[in-house]
């Protein structure tokens, strides 16, 4: 059984930073794929940003220059960067790990981004 555990949502001011931590623990592969979703009201639910365990990145237009998705693989953690938020980087943030057998789902962490 895999687990997946976010951390480090909060509310913050426009324009300010916040650093969200991503905890993996079970059976993790050396081979996979973590990445931060996020889900506005309303809306769906979209990619941020992922990373392989070979380290190649992926990031959404709308983040790209502003979050940095890193992770370490002997600690199965992943983390999210995140500077000069926005109000429309306000969702709930998601963290995911694929890997052969199976895509698993954090509880979600909620970020607020407002004044």
């Known amino acids: 059984q895999v687990q997946v555990v976010e951390s480090g949502g909060d509310l913050v001011q426009p324009g300010g930073s916040l650093r969200l931590s991503c905890a993996a623990s079970?059976?993790?592969?050396?081979?996979?794929?973590m990445g931060w979703y996020r889900q506005a009201p309303r809306k769906q639910r979209e990619l941020v940003a992922s990373?392989?365990?070979?380290?190649?990145?992926n990031y959404a237009d709308s983040v790209r220059g502003r979050f940095t998705i890193s992770r370490d693989n002997a600690k199965n953690t992943a983390f999210l960067q995140m500077n000069s938020l926005k109000p429309e980087d306000t969702a709930i943030y998601f963290c995911?790990?694929?890997?052969?057998?199976?895509?698993?789902w954090g509880q979600g962490t909620q970020v607020t981004v407002s004044s």
């Open positions: 995911n790990l694929a890997q052969i057998g199976g895509t698993y």
């Open positions: 079970g059976i993790i592969f050396r081979v996979s794929v």
């Open positions: 990373i392989s365990s070979s380290g190649i990145t």
